[in-house]
């Protein structure tokens, strides 16, 4: 799959099957949506792409207005969407960056500058609530109405339901929030997962070790962490987790993870209140040594939420209460062998 930031790139296809969205997830629906259009392409003899947008335009607008609660919570990375996006099948992606130029682009000009111009569509498809263009004036009567006028096919897919429910990344959210991970993997079609590449944490593991007698080697953990930027990542779930680790060995590792703030003994450690995910192994690959996992890309799916995030007042509680998360990870996973 080729990736391409912004829309003035030499190696863009000519042609293509279009569609556009955020494609927060790339949930059931959207993948969906992605299979017909990626059919679509091949009867074309075109390129099937993906139009999607960096910073969520929402996050943008919530910047904006310096109303940052405004702000969605997002239910994947960028990383983790066009991971999804190539699993699907999908020839190119367009990360087009949501900007004060591209908010105040009239719908007629978007049309013109970007679909016809741009990238020269043969066949677009939207959703049945798509809107675009400044003040999302422009619809998808708007759309057709051009494309019979300049040459390009235009098609509409219904929601997408599952079990009588409209598959929809506010949906997943939701599940995502209220800690009902089954829920949404199955809105997604997979379980949820994070994934990224592995990097220096605040080393309480071995603090733990140091300071807790047959600790042995405490809790050594794998960090994500995600980026201070202004339209930085705010995941829909948060909490202590039951997850599989894919990345370190031949087979899926147990573990338990904390995704969130963290709350800190030390509010100036090198975390600063950025979003981590935090993931202590069960069973720890002896090959990786103490410290083999830095850098290396992770994916960790959250299988099961155990509680939300906690604060503690001292390492001894902070033992305690990582001992406590393990033991019942364990035996969660020891009640669903099938899981890992």
């Known amino acids: 799959m080729h990736i391409f930031r912004g829309l003035r790139h030499p190696d863009i296809a000519p042609g293509c099957a279009l569609t556009i969205g955020n494609f927060d997830g790339v949930h059931r629906g959207h993948q969906a949506m992605l299979a017909l259009l990626r059919g679509e ?7 099937s792409c993906v ?9 943008y607008f919530a910047a904006a207005l310096g109303k940052p609660e405004l702000a969605p919570a997002r239910v994947v990375t960028l990383r983790d969407k066009l991971a999804e996006l190539a699993r699907c099948g999908i020839d190119q992606v367009l990360v087009l960056p949501f900007n004060q130029r591209l908010a105040g682009e009239a719908a007629e000009a978007f049309i013109d500058e970007v679909l016809v111009h741009g990238l020269g569509v043969r066949y677009v498809l939207v959703g049945d609530d798509f809107r675009f263009g400044a003040r999302r004036a422009g ?17 509409r897919m219904q929601s997408y339901e ?3 429910e409209r598959v929809s990344s506010s949906a997943v959210r939701a599940a995502l929030a209220e800690g009902r991970m089954e829920d949404a993997a199955t809105l997604l079609g997979r379980p949820y997962a994070i994934s990224g590449h ?10 733990l070790a140091e300071s807790t007698p047959g600790r042995g080697d405490g809790f050594p953990t794998l960090n994500l962490r995600f980026s201070r930027r202004a339209h930085a990542w705010k995941p829909a779930a948060s909490g202590i987790f039951v997850v599989r680790v894919f990345g370190l060995a031949d087979q899926p590792l147990p573990g338990v993870a904390n995704l969130g703030v963290r709350p800190s003994l030390d509010p100036h450690d090198v975390n600063g209140g950025r979003v981590l995910l935090e993931t202590h192994c069960l069973q720890w690959p002896a090959h990786l040594g103490a410290d083999g996992a830095y850098g290396k890309i992770i994916r960790v799916e959250l299988l099961h939420k155990l509680h939300d995030e906690l604060r ?16 019942d990870a364990r035996a969660w996973l020891a009640a669903h062998p099938a899981r890992i």
């Open 41 to 47: 392409a091949a009867r074309r003899g075109v390129p």
């Open 51 to 59: 139009m999607t947008f960096e910073p969520h335009p929402r996050d």
């Open 139 to 155: 619809d998808y009567a708007m759309l057709d109405a051009a494309g019979q006028r300049q040459g390009f096919d235009v098609a």
């Open 162 to 164: 599952v079990h009588g």
């Open 198 to 207: 592995v990097v220096h944490g605040r080393k309480l593991g071995r603090a």
């Open 312 to 327: 503690y007042h001292s390492l001894a509680a902070l033992t305690e209460g990582i001992a406590r998360d393990c033991a």
